[in-house]
T-cell receptor, first 113, second 115 residues
Framework: AQKVTQAQTEISVVEKEDVTLDCVYE???????LFWYKQPPSGELVFLIR??????QNEISGRYSWNFQKSTSSFNFTITASQVVDSAVYFC??????????FGTGTRLTVIP | NAGVTQTPKFQVLKTGQSMTLQCAQD?????MSWYRQDPGMGLRLIHY???????DQGEVPNGYNVSRSTTEDFPLRLLSAAPSQTSVYFC??????????????FGPGTRLTVL
C-alpha cells in the first residue's frame, strides 16, 4: 500500500531564508508519480510539480527545487530565499495506476517577515 | 473554463440529515474523485470515477455514495450525516486514462459541519 510521510508538521523561517520540506514515500509499484501541492490560507490546492519513478533528475523552477532520490525513497522540496507569500501548507502525494492520490499529512510553512 | 466547481461552499447539517455535495468540471476529464481533509490527516480519498457509469471506493468510503451519470458531474451523497463527517471536502478531476498520471485539478472545497 502507498504511504507518504511528511515528518515536519510545522516549520517557521524568517523571510529570505532557505527551507527544505521533507517527503518520504513507500510504494510497491514500479511505476509511480510523486506530486507536490500547495494549499495557501485561502484553502485551494495548487499543483506544483509531478515526477515519475523513472526520472531522478533534480528540477529547479525559479525559487523552487525538488530532489528526488529513489535510494532513500525521498522527494524533498526546497524553497530558496523564502517570501511571505510562500506561507502555506505543502502536501506531498503519491499517485497510483488508478490515478488516485495518497497524500502525506502536510507541512505548514510560516515565513516571518 | 470554470475548471472544477463545487457547491455549496459551506454547509451545516444536523445529525441524521442527508445532503448532496455537487461537483462539476468543464474540462472533459474522465477521472473524478472526492477527498476529505481533516486536521492532521491530510487528504483522504472517499470515492473515485474513471468515467461515466464507473465508480469505485477509495480509502474512506463509509457513509458516502456517489454516481457518475455524465462526464461533467460527480455528486457526493451523505445519506445520514454524522459528526464524524465534519470536514472539508474537495472534488478533483484529471485528464486521460487510468495510469496516465496527469495532475489533478481541485475544486475550491466545501466546508461541512455536522452538529
Amino acid at each position: 500500500a502507498q504511504k507518504v510521510t511528511q515528518a515536519q508538521t510545522e516549520i517557521s523561517v524568517v523571510e529570505k531564508e532557505d527551507v527544505t520540506l521533507d517527503c518520504v514515500y513507500e510504494t510497491r509499484d514500479t511505476t509511480y508519480y510523486l506530486f507536490w501541492y500547495k494549499q495557501p490560507p485561502s484553502g485551494e490546492l495548487v499543483f506544483l510539480i509531478r515526477r515519475n519513478s523513472f526520472d531522478e533528475q533534480n528540477e529547479i523552477s525559479g525559487r523552487y527545487s525538488w530532489n528526488f532520490q529513489k535510494s532513500t525513497s525521498s522527494f524533498n522540496f526546497t524553497i530558496t530565499a523564502s517570501q511571505v507569500v510562500d506561507s502555506a501548507v505543502y502536501f506531498c502525494a503519491d499517485q497510483t495506476g488508478a490515478n488516485n492520490l495518497f497524500f502525506g499529512t502536510g507541512t505548514r510553512l510560516t515565513v516571518i517577515p | 473554463n470554470a475548471g472544477v466547481t463545487q457547491t455549496p461552499k459551506f454547509q451545516v447539517l444536523k445529525t441524521g440529515q442527508s445532503m448532496t455535495l455537487q461537483c462539476a468540471q468543464d474540462m472533459n476529464h474522465e477521472y473524478m474523485s472526492w477527498y476529505r481533509q481533516d486536521p492532521g490527516m491530510g487528504l483522504r480519498l472517499i470515492h473515485y470515477s474513471v468515467g461515466a457509469g464507473i465508480t469505485d471506493q477509495g480509502e474512506v468510503p463509509n457513509g458516502y455514495n456517489v454516481s457518475r451519470s455524465t462526464t461533467e458531474d460527480f455528486p457526493l451523497r451523505l445519506l445520514s450525516a454524522a459528526p464524524s463527517q465534519t470536514s472539508v471536502y474537495f472534488c478533483a478531476s484529471s485528464a486521460g486514462f487510468v495510469g496516465s498520471y496527469n495532475e489533478q485539478f481541485f475544486g475550491p472545497g466545501t466546508r461541512l459541519t455536522v452538529l
